[in-house]
Nanobody
């Protein structure tokens, strides 16, 4: 099993920045593909970004490209999501997740096995 705990959410004005963190424990972290997802009230959970086990490859949904950056520090068992130029439509609960699959196919919710509790991000206009 693996446990994931997100932190760093909050309230920010449009155009501002936040940095989310996800701390992993329980199993070896370095071999897992890690992803970030988000879910707004009444909406489906959607993919945001993912990073390969060694950090060499990343993938982003079109709406966040150029604004968000995913990274990982395997020595610290931590994944990050740096969010810049935030927009009101970014408002959601953000979840980190782990997949025992290659990044190339781990880009949908159903491919991820373990999930954190979520952290709220609210962007005001």
């Amino acid at each position: 099993q693996v446990q994931l705990v997100e932190s760093g959410g909050g309230l920010v004005q449009a155009g501002g920045s936040l940095r989310l963190s996800c701390a992993a424990s329980g199993r070896t972290f370095s071999t897992w593909t890690m992803g970030w997802f988000r879910q707004a009230p009444g909406k489906e959970r959607e993919f945001v970004a993912a990073i390969s086990w060694n950090g060499a490859n990343t993938y982003y949904t079109d709406s966040v490209k150029g604004r968000f950056t995913i990274s990982r520090d395997n020595a610290k068992n931590t994944v990050y999501l740096q969010m810049n130029s935030l927009k009101p439509e970014d408002t959601a609960v953000y979840y980190c997740a782990a997949a025992d699959l290659p990044l190339a196919i781990a880009t949908t919710t159903r491919h991820y096995d373990y999930w954190g509790q979520g952290t709220q991000v609210t962007v005001s206009s």
